[in-house]
């Protein structure tokens, strides 16, 4: 590569990926490292494994209801091994779409480790090689962090866990965020005897509270045992099995125990201090609002800048990069009402703000909230319920949040986001003629303030 280019992307996740295919169609010069496989933590090891051993896992409950709705089926049996091979084929369909993406664009990729070596100077580590690129993206995501404990290395984090070679009987989740608790969820569902243990009062922290109680109340009631104010003080193998010894002094002998802990950005051995680049107090690459760093022609974009820490917004943020430097069309993302999901089971669906950060901001705040029985569940004995929750802003009627529990929130919330963002107010809820039956329906039915 003797040529100068324009940008140079490390990480080939999906963040990098955008900006490298925008920027090279605006005309630039683009070449991309990955040293691991392309689309990143959330094609390979997050996002969509995950979604697809959750969409795995749920299918326990629907052969459970089948005979409710007049269905009679045989002995259900799971085969991990299908679809683990399963899940890999679609993997390597995906990577094969990211790469070929890239070519068709007419950037160059490298299969290897990149680190920086001055503002415009890139290091190629498999072949030594320097080059030189006016402009440089870091887009190299986060990792998972393990807890400082004695027997940490026994424990496998999420990005092992998709290639088990088989399903343990039981299994510890030591983290009570939405890694934590979607892999409970599925595993459990899985056949998996799970213990899920959090040191903080109630699971997902910075999530609105009726969302927190009623996720837990639906985990404890599908058989998952949640121990919170408690934490792991060590691993240690015992014959066959692992035994993790419990801070409160208790102790649980398990087949694996899965550091749901946290998430750090990925910045090791990158070059950084060589090239300028600082970081905040977390260990983040510190960057201003449309992703410049405190480096000249050093940008950074996704979870490794640690904004917001979601695909969809790192893909964003890379398109601005992009249009913004070679397409002379500049635009910032935006961070405000980004609409979310966790994949547990029932699935949570949030935009907007909480409650309590709603009465924080905001001098009179109204709350809607319903809670019934999905249809799913009427014809059988289940009790799962649904939950349903609209923030408002009393003097503008403006709706500040919308935090939904239950059956397809996710996909209730993508399109409820769209209001949300607009400006809608519940006066504008309240005049959408609803869609009957549904779920959904009750987000524009709810006429009465919760007490």
């Known amino acids: 590569m003797t040529q100068q280019l324009d940008l140079f992307v490390i990480g080939g996740g999906s963040g990098g990926v955008r900006a490298a295919r925008i920027a090279a169609g605006h005309g630039a010069k683009v070449a991309l490292a990955e040293e691991y496989r392309y689309g990143g933590t959330c094609v390979i090891r997050g996002c969509v494994p995950k979604k697809l051993l959750v969409l795995a896992s749920r299918l326990a409950d629907e052969i459970g209801r089948a005979p409710d709705f007049g269905w009679t089926i045989g002995e259900p049996r799971f085969d991990w091994a299908a679809l683990r091979a399963a899940k890999d084929r679609e993997l390597a369909r995906l990577e094969g779409l990211y790469r070929e993406g890239l070519q068709r664009a007419g950037v160059r990729t490298i299969d290897s480790r990149a680190t920086l070596e001055g503002p415009h100077t890139v290091r190629i580590a498999a072949t030594g090689e320097k080059v030189n690129a006016r402009r440089v993206l870091i887009a190299t995501g986060g990792t998972p962090v393990r807890p400082d404990i004695p027997g940490a290395h026994l424990a496998i984090t999420s990005n092992e866990i998709f290639d088990l070679s088989e399903l343990p009987r039981r299994a510890v989740i030591e983290g009570g965020g939405y890694i934590a608790v979607e892999f409970a969820c599925l595993l459990q569902r899985l056949g998996v005897r799970v213990t899920l243990v959090y040191r903080g009062g109630l699971i997902l922290r910075r999530f609105d509270d009726d969302l927190r109680r009623h996720l837990d109340e639906a985990m404890r009631a599908s058989g998952i045992d949640i121990r919170t104010g408690e934490a792991v003080a060590s691993i240690a193998r015992h014959g066959g099995v692992l035994r993790v ?14 550091a749901a802990t946290g998430r750090r950005p990925n910045v090791a051995g990158l070059g950084l201090e060589t090239a300028g680049v600082e970081l905040d107090a977390g260990g983040a690459i510190r960057v201003q609002s449309d992703s410049r760093t405190s480096a000249p022609g050093i940008w950074a974009v996704g979870d490794v800048t640690d904004r917001i820490a979601l695909t969809p ?18 635009w910032v993302c935006d961070h405000r009402d980004v609409p979310s999901a966790v994949f547990s089971t029932p699935e949570i669906g949030t935009v907007g703000l909480t409650e ?38 009393r003097d503008s009627d403006r709706v500040l949040g919308v935090h939904l529990c239950g059956p397809d929130a996710a996909e209730m919330i993508q399109l409820v986001g769209i209001a949300v963002k607009m400006g809608a107010t519940k006066r504008q809820f309240d005049q959408t003629v609803a869609v009957h039956p549904t779920a959904a329906e009750e987000l524009v039915t709810m006429r009465s303030p919760a007490g």
């Open 356 to 393: 309590a950060q709603a009465r924080e901001a905001y001098d009179c705040v109204d709350i809607y909230r319903s809670t019934f029985r999905p249809t799913a569940n009427t014809l059988s004995s289940r009790p799962e319920r649904m939950l349903m929750k609209i923030v408002v802003d």
């Open 245 to 258: 010894a419990l801070k409160s002094g208790a102790s649980l002998d398990t087949d694996l125990v899965l």
């Open 313 to 330: 917004v790192a893909i964003r943020e890379g398109h601005a990069f992009a249009d913004t430097v070679f397409g002379r069309d500049p």
